[in-house]
């Protein structure tokens, strides 16, 4: 009550009672005013993906902006009665503060993830920050971060709404100026829409950011609301799910089928020029190595449901053959009874194993795969240190596969889904690959983590990242093929994939969705069997190598190896 006495004792001030005040009194509330006229211009054209700003010098053209919506809330206020005004200055500012939150959001969604945020389907995506975060930081200073964090979002619509209260009271004290200015402004706004005048691409002067944000965000409750009923509908269908069991995966029969899931590679990894060079070396070594061992292998592009993170959404488009991009989608699916990949091997009598050494706690989705057997992070016996969000080295991940199930002459062949960590994000620190004969139990790889930098020290450094980034997805593909070259025989049939592209920062703005995947086998009549598939020979997809989605996989593996 004592603020909005002193807004109203102001109000009744005029321009000439105002010169009466000490300088100093001036001075200050000038200023305020001034901030406060920032704060809302930035609020309104400040654009919720701040990679449509130019880099550079140019930076601030793109704030050279007239927002309609300023000049709209500016004649509103004017116009109601002073008994009504500055209340429906406070409430206005409110939502221009929610609104901002919602653009703040956005922005930090748009550099990790590549898209804005769902208001109906991302919440569940804050714990998954926090636990990045502390697995990244630590807990304490992930904790501090998110109190923050939270303080400031809180903030904003109270900062918002002293703001804009403290404009409605600079134009009333000043109406005349105000309606000519507005007036000026009302007409520059038109003609430059008209013209489609800018300084920076797809950034006009004449602004609607504000309204258009709100409307986006406003359709995304009745999307998702549609979206569901459209999920329902693509579900509903399975051409697989009547097959007899005796005429599934005929094609690899007696075969030792292995699935790895690499994290974060994607095409980019392959194909910018930061990165190419390097990967290319990677990919043709492990190609020769594996084609002296005896192995052949074809590869091609995936398009990945998800980018930045997410990966249970690829990790489950794969699986199901339905096209999982949202969390309710993922719900919805683990709570059905569709037939996964890993259940269709389940039916042809396979011994199903799931590898996730980053499950660190309870996954009752983990039935609805159809796994015989889960590996998670404890019983996966790992005594070394973390890398990070990594809980273990990819190489130690292989060889308790190795020794828990692949090396058993007890069994029925085996279907795996083996999911690595080493090249998630921050990716640093990154293991160096040892001698698969002294891996033993971790212990090997703690001076590792002493030696090579944290997240801390490379992500100071957009270019060291990038370079630690390249590092890391060439430790997991040099694993692999390692693992093959030692422990590979006649019957394994490995197909590897990214799940998603890394985040913006190793991408840039507007990169594909698509990951490399690979099949690799001794067995030349299951890798001719990929003929109309129209991948590239080797580990390396061309340029020219046409992308599927991945939710087509399921159905295109089932229908080249499923009897016809």
Do not use: C
């Not at 991948?535 to 599927?548: D, E, Q, R």
Request: glycine share 8%.
């Amino acid at each position: 009550m004592s603020v909005l006495h002193a807004e109203r004792s102001e109000d009744r001030m005029t321009p000439a009672a105002d010169k009466k005040k000490p300088v100093w009194r001036r001075v200050v509330a000038g200023l305020l005013t001034a901030l406060a006229g920032v704060l809302v211009f930035l609020a309104l054209a400040t654009p919720n993906n701040v990679s449509r700003l130019p880099e550079g010098s140019n930076t601030a053209q793109a704030f050279i902006r007239i927002p309609i919506e300023a000049l709209i809330g500016v004649a509103v206020l004017l116009v109601l009665p002073a008994r009504i005004r500055r209340a429906a200055a406070i409430v206005g500012g409110a939502l221009l503060g929610l609104l901002t939150m919602v653009k703040i959001i956005d922005m930090g969604m748009y550099a990790a993830l590549a898209r804005p945020f769902n208001p109906v389907l991302d919440w569940v995506l804050v714990d998954d920050g926090l636990s990045f975060l502390g697995d990244s930081i630590g807990d304490t200073p992930a904790k501090v971060a998110a109190v923050g964090a939270a303080l400031v979002l809180l903030g904003v619509p109270v900062l918002m709404a002293w703001a804009v209260l403290r404009m409605t009271r600079f134009a009333e004290r000043h109406r005349p100026a105000t309606q000519r200015t507005v007036l000026a402004l009302s007409a520059a706004w038109i003609v430059l829409a008209l013209l489609g005048t800018h300084f920076v691409s797809t950034v006009f002067i004449s602004s609607d950011a504000a309204v258009t944000l709100a409307r986006e965000t406003a359709e995304k409750i009745p999307d998702g609301i549609r979206d569901k009923q459209t999920f329902a509908a693509e579900a509903s269908v399975d051409k697989f799910r009547a097959t007899p069991p005796d005429q599934l995966l005929t094609g690899l029969e007696g075969k030792d089928v292995m699935f790895a899931f690499i994290e974060s590679y994607g095409r980019s990894a392959v194909e910018d020029p930061d990165y190419a060079a390097g990967m290319d070396a990677t990919l043709k070594a492990g190609t020769d190595k594996l084609a002296a061992a005896g192995y052949s292998a074809r590869s091609g592009w995936l398009t990945s449901p998800t980018a930045g993170g997410g990966s249970w959404l690829a990790h489950s488009t794969f699986q199901s053959g339905l096209w999982i991009n949202n969390e309710s989608r993922y719900r919805t699916l683990t709570a059905s009874d569709r037939m996964t990949l890993t259940s269709a091997f389940g039916r042809g009598d396979w011994r199903t194993v799931g590898v996730e050494p980053g499950l660190t706690y309870a996954w009752p989705e983990g039935r609805f795969y159809g796994y015989d057997q889960i590996y998670g992070e404890q019983s996966l016996n790992y005594h070394g240190p973390k890398f990070s969000w990594a809980t273990m080295p990819d190489q130690f991940t292989l060889q308790q596969f190795e020794k828990l199930e692949h090396s058993r002459t007890d069994r029925a062949p085996l279907m795996a889904e083996i999911t690595f960590v080493s090249s998630h994000t921050p990716w640093a620190p990154i293991p160096d690959l040892v001698d698969w004969d002294q891996l033993g139990d971790g212990s090997i790889f703690g001076p590792m983590t002493a030696d090579d930098p944290g997240p801390g020290e490379v992500w100071k450094d957009e270019k060291r990242v990038k370079a630690e980034y390249l590092r890391s997805v060439q430790y997991s593909v040099d694993s692999l093929v390692s693992y093959v070259e030692k422990y590979g025989d006649d019957d394994l049939v490995l197909v590897f994939l990214g799940d998603h592209q890394p985040s913006p920062i190793i991408t840039g703005q507007n990169a594909s969705r698509d990951v490399p995947i690979s099949i690799v086998t001794k067995d030349e009549a299951v890798l001719a069997k990929t003929g109309p598939w129209q991948w590239a020979p080797g580990l390396k997809p061309l340029p020219s190598t046409p992308a599927s989605r991945m939710d087509q996989f399921r159905d295109l593996f089932l229908g080249t190896y499923s009897s016809k």
